[in-house]
């Protein structure tokens, strides 16, 4: 099932079994499994590997802020995924588990964090209480305001920039073919059956293909394609090197948009956790996460806003956010280099979890607001789904479940 590429039909770009449309790190697992599997795969992008959201933050792969059952147990998969990439990838990509350090800044959030804590445990995740003396030990950039954290030796770390073109190296040596620069004007259909798209660049004929698109999802409603996915632009402030010894993850206090297995608790009021990003600009959301690469950069964010949109450029109340809450915890870096301040767009479904699954006729692999560590393990399912295998999570990630109508309502 090898690819052929067409050169004396200039509206035929390429043939193969399946295409992928889109090269972040969710299409290119997706291209990597189904080759794998022996289907012969063409990837298209309107621009290039990792121009979105897959490109632009830190490499989280959060463990502790999932929520118990199915969301917690596909965060899990989706780092094993990672353990087996290296023998695929070699280590280039930075992998490291250092753990994840959620700080507080008020006796009121510690109680609730108490509460937090004792939840994750039942959820079986290796987390416990620490002091400040206990967290500052293990990480150099814990912020003079925290009082206290919980500590999760799960949580763990890749860079994304490095994973992004290790994996399009991959798929290229096992015979994936790759076009830059090619945006995706519609599907090809006889009747009801798809029979691969139509590009600025020509026809690439397939049997069938797959929407990886992120949060380019949204525009999936011209093919008559409806999702309840909704764009939002995360945003990040990295400075130059600032310490050179590792550090867990870390999560503040000062907005915990996407971390339901906080907000989910009884004992959790919003109040307590408010978030950074105000200013006068709509209130959409931060999450107060900071974190070093291997480096020793400082990433500071982030800000979630833009919804409903697809303009990629950081906004003035998210960056005064940003280097608000920088420098209010780290004065000693007042004077270092900002080296990066970017936005990246994003996409999530009203019960937060990635939408893969088979409709109108294609597929679909989208909605993934913690991509990093969902994109890999839903690549596996993707290529489980067409392959026609069984697969432990397909039928929670169906465009049909319960829980993402049942919220949208």
């Not at 599997?37 to 502790?64: E, I, K, T």
């Not at 250092?98 to 959030?109: I, K």
Request: aromatic fraction near 8%; charged fraction near 20%.
């Amino acid at each position: 099932m090898t690819v052929e590429v067409a050169m004396d039909e200039a509206q035929v770009l390429a043939t193969a079994d399946i295409v992928v449309v889109g090269a972040g790190i969710a299409g290119l697992c997706t291209a990597w499994e189904l080759r794998q599997r022996g289907f012969g795969v063409v990837l298209v992008d309107q621009r290039f590997p990792a121009y979105g959201a897959s490109g632009r933050n830190p490499g989280a792969l959060w463990l502790q802020t999932r929520r118990t059952g199915f969301e917690l147990a596909l965060a899990r998969a989706g780092k094993q995924k990672y353990s087996q990439y290296l023998d695929v990838l070699g280590d280039v990509f930075d992998y490291r588990e250092d753990g994840g350090l959620f700080f507080f800044e008020t006796e009121d959030q510690g109680r609730v964090m108490e509460a937090y804590v004792d939840d994750r445990r039942e959820a079986g995740l290796d987390i416990e209480m620490v002091s400040r003396e206990q967290a500052a030990k293990l990480s150099p950039i814990l912020p003079e305001t925290a009082i206290g954290a919980a500590f999760c030796t799960e949580d763990a770390q890749i860079d994304s920039l490095n994973f992004v073109p290790a994996m399009e190296s991959a798929c290229v040596r096992a015979g994936v073919h790759f076009f830059r620069n090619t945006a995706v004007l519609s599907t090809l259909r006889e009747g009801d059956q798809v029979r691969g798209v139509r590009t600025v660049r020509g026809e690439v004929l397939a049997s069938g293909v797959v929407w990886a698109t992120g949060a380019w999802a949204t525009t999936l409603r011209a093919e008559g394609i409806r999702l309840p996915v909704e764009t939002a632009r995360v945003g990040q402030l990295m400075m130059q090197p600032v310490e050179s010894h590792p550090s867990p993850l870390l999560h503040g206090p000062r907005g915990v948009h996407g971390s339901g297995a906080l907000t989910d608790l009884p004992a959790y009021d919003a109040d307590t956790f408010a978030a950074a990003l105000g200013g006068g600009a709509t209130d959409d959301g931060y999450d107060d996460t900071i974190l070093l690469n291997r480096g020793g950069s400082l990433y500071i964010g982030h800000s979630v806003d833009g919804r409903k949109s697809l303009n990629p450029h950081i906004s003035l109340a998210a960056t005064k956010a940003m280097v608000d809450v920088g420098l209010e915890r780290y004065a000693r870096y007042a004077e270092f280099g900002v080296t990066g301040l970017w936005a990246g767009l994003s996409s999530e479904t009203p019960d937060g979890l990635p939408v893969v699954d088979r409709t109108d006729g294609t597929f679909v692999n989208v909605g993934h607001a913690w991509g990093v560590a969902s994109g890999p393990i839903c690549g596996q399912i993707m290529a489980e789904i067409i392959a026609g295998e069984a697969s432990e999570f397909a039928a929670g990630l169906s465009s049909e479940r319960i829980s993402l109508h049942h919220i949208e309502d």
